[in-house]
């Protein structure tokens, strides 16, 4: 085994606290400069790291937009591994929700409360280990 397949092999054990502390510094930044570019303060970045609290959707589309690799984040793997019987049935779910939505929506909003939806529920259409 390679040394790079061991250190990813042992970062994908991890919490989401510690996966994102790795994303911030994989990106350079210090939690000042992490925070300042997410629209968020050094306290908080630091207590969602050391897993005192989970950050909310908003969150993660911010730290998205900068480059965090939030499917790690989440789930402590690089790359997603499909159910499709499963992954069919949160589609449905999802048309399901548009179909009932009366306005125009934009699709930062629509993001952010899939991920919401996808935080408190047991992940829908994804494989878990």
């Not at 994908?12 to 502390?21: A, D, I, N």
């Not at 900068?66 to 999802?94: A, H």
């Amino acid at each position: 085994m390679n040394c790079e397949v061991a250190v990813q092999q042992l970062v994908v054990q991890g919490t989401l606290g510690e996966r994102l502390r790795i994303e911030r510094k994989r990106l350079g930044f210090t939690q000042a400069n992490f925070a300042s570019k997410v629209g968020s303060n050094r306290i908080a970045v630091l207590r969602y790291e050391l897993g005192e609290r989970c950050p909310d959707a908003n969150f993660l589309l911010s730290c998205q937009s900068i480059g965090v690799n939030i499917f790690y984040v989440l789930n402590g793997e690089f790359e997603p591994r499909l159910d499709f019987e499963r992954t069919e049935l949160s589609v449905k779910f999802l048309i399901g929700v548009l179909k009932n939505i009366d306005k125009e929506i934009d699709t930062t909003t629509l993001t952010a409360s899939f991920i919401q939806y996808y935080l408190s529920s047991n992940t829908p259409g994804l494989i878990q280990d």
